[in-house]
Each structure stands twice: as C-alpha cells, then as structure tokens.
C-alpha cells in the first residue's frame, strides 16, 4: 500500500474528508480558544457559530465569528444544518443547554462541561473531562520508571 492512499482512505471512512460543522456554546476562555485552535480543520471540523448568553460576551468577534445570543440558537442550527455543537458552558448550565441543543435539531454533543448529564433522547454525547486527562498523566508519572524520589 501507498502511504498518501492508505492515509487518505482512513480520513474517507473517518469522515475527515468531509466538512463536519458544529457550532459551540459557550464563548468563555475555553469557547474562545477551542474556535481558535486552527488543527480542526485536518479532521474536517468547521465552526458555523458561536454562541453564548452572557451580554458581555454577545456581540464580540470570537475567530471571525460575531457571538450570537442564545435566542438565536435553533434558528442558526436550522439554517445551516448543524449536527453537532461543543459544549463549554459551566457545570450548572450543561443539563439545560444540552435540552436546548436537542429542541434545535443537534444529534452530537462534545462536552467540555465540567460535569456529567444524562444525554436528551436521540443524541450522542461524548464527555471530554480535562481534570480526568490531568489525573491519568499525573498518576503515570508518579509511576514511571527512574523517576527521582525527594
């Protein structure tokens, strides 16, 4: 096998070669530095929208997009057609958010929320926890070999 044609065939059944669009809510800190982050678009992720309900924030340029209030949600995710939306809002909020995901027609939800929700009938939800990814490095190392004791 050729190395360019076996790679781009795992990015066909991937759908990476594909443009996948998304919307996020949630244009804090995180919000704001996920719809920066230029590397989605190797695997084919398109932000369409922003979106976030604190009026300080609605109305900002956040990576070329205006952030739009969250009244405006299912209206967007219906005009373009978008499946699946990034979740970083706080932890109180993610439940509620993610109901109102689900009225507006997303089937997929990346959740960066920093608590667990059951998911609302139909959709898919994959809870991304930093705080997890940081205790399983942190008890690696503590474990690796030829580590120095103090």
């Known amino acids: 096998y050729q190395t360019p044609e076996v790679i781009n065939a795992i990015h066909e059944r991937l759908g990476f070669d594909t443009d996948l669009l998304a919307v996020i809510v949630g244009a804090g800190r ?30 900002t340029v956040v990576a070329h997009h205006v952030v ?24 109180e909020s993610a439940s509620d958010v993610a109901n109102r995901l689900s009225i507006a027609g997303i089937r997929a939800i990346w959740s960066f929320a920093p608590s667990r929700f059951s998911p609302p009938e139909g959709v898919i939800v994959h809870h991304q926890h930093l705080s997890a990814g940081l205790a399983e490095l942190a008890y690696f190392l503590k474990r690796r070999p030829g580590r120095h004791k103090e």
């Open 30 to 59: 995180l919000g704001s530095a996920l719809a920066c982050y230029p590397g989605f678009s190797h695997y084919g992720l398109r932000i369409v929208a922003i979106f976030d309900d604190d009026p300080a924030l609605v109305g």
């Open 68 to 91: 739009e209030p969250m009244s405006r949600l299912q209206r967007v995710v219906r005009e373009t057609n978008v499946k699946l939306a990034v979740l970083t809002v706080p932890a």
